[in-house]
């Protein structure tokens, strides 16, 4: 079974620059999450879908980022414009979801790392 | 609101000799906790889980880790340690049983000395 797929793995842009992370969560998690993670430190959650709901997103600057999860499937994370306090790496993880009962835990992808200039 | 905390930022350990990696919660109702482990460049491995039942759980690659309600903890621990092991280790809280709320420890590195 593939697990949570990512891309792209790195990207590097200037400061003011759009930039997008496409997440395909894994076969039949109904539940997706971005997550922004700074070097050496836990992931802090940006955005939570459940099917194509953003059911929480208190902590996604709204100014400049924005997601989609159309369908209930992939999902795209954008920046725009990027700044330089935007360099980390974002992880997108999934999971079967709380309404069936699930105990499960999350599954994250490799993650897309940015670097603004 | 749940938190996690995990007191120490590194942690380092000679091969062979049993490791713990330490972590507190504060959760409303009952805890459901995981643990995490990531390395250079990857995402985040799921270990194990604590939903309810045996206190001791055990996990991937010879991983354990131990519920404690009374001190709100769930220290990760393995008997002897590997080189391998040396990674970024996450604990993480989830809201109970149907939340899919997740929150994240800061990480405490992990280092096994040859």
């Known amino acids: 079974e593939a697990g949570v797929v990512q891309s792209p793995r790195y990207k590097i842009i200037e400061k003011k620059q759009p930039v997008a992370f496409w997440c395909n969560p894994i076969?039949?998690?109904?539940?997706l999450y971005w997550y922004l993670q700074n070097l050496g430190q836990g992931p802090e959650l940006l955005i939570r879908y459940e099917n194509e709901e953003a059911v929480d997103d208190s902590q996604l600057p709204k100014d400049r980022f924005s997601a989609e999860r159309l369908k209930g499937v992939d999902s795209t994370l954008k920046i725009q414009p990027a700044e330089l306090g935007d360099s980390a790496v974002y992880l997108c993880?999934?999971?079967?979801?709380?309404?069936?009962?699930?105990?499960?835990?999350?599954?994250f992808g490799e993650g897309s790392r940015l670097t603004v200039l | 609101a749940q938190s996690v905390a995990q007191p120490e930022d590194q942690v380092n350990v000679a091969e062979g000799n049993p490791l713990t990696v330490k972590c507190t919660y504060s959760v409303s109702g009952n805890p459901y906790l995981f643990w995490y482990v990531q390395y250079p460049n990857r995402g985040l491995q799921f270990l194990l889980k604590y939903i309810t039942g045996d206190n001791l759980v055990k996990g991937s690659y010879g991983f354990e880790a131990e519920f404690n309600k009374s001190q709100t903890s769930f220290h990760l621990k393995k008997p002897s340690a590997l080189v391998s092991d040396s990674a970024l280790y996450f604990c993480?809280?989830?809201?109970?049983?149907?939340?899919?709320?997740?929150?994240f420890g800061p990480g405490t590195r992990l280092s096994v000395l040859p």
């Open positions: 993480a809280v989830r809201d109970g049983v149907y939340g899919q709320n997740f929150v």
């Open positions: 993880a999934s999971s079967l979801g709380g309404w069936r009962g699930s105990t499960g835990e999350l599954f």
């Open positions: 076969s039949g998690h109904n539940t």
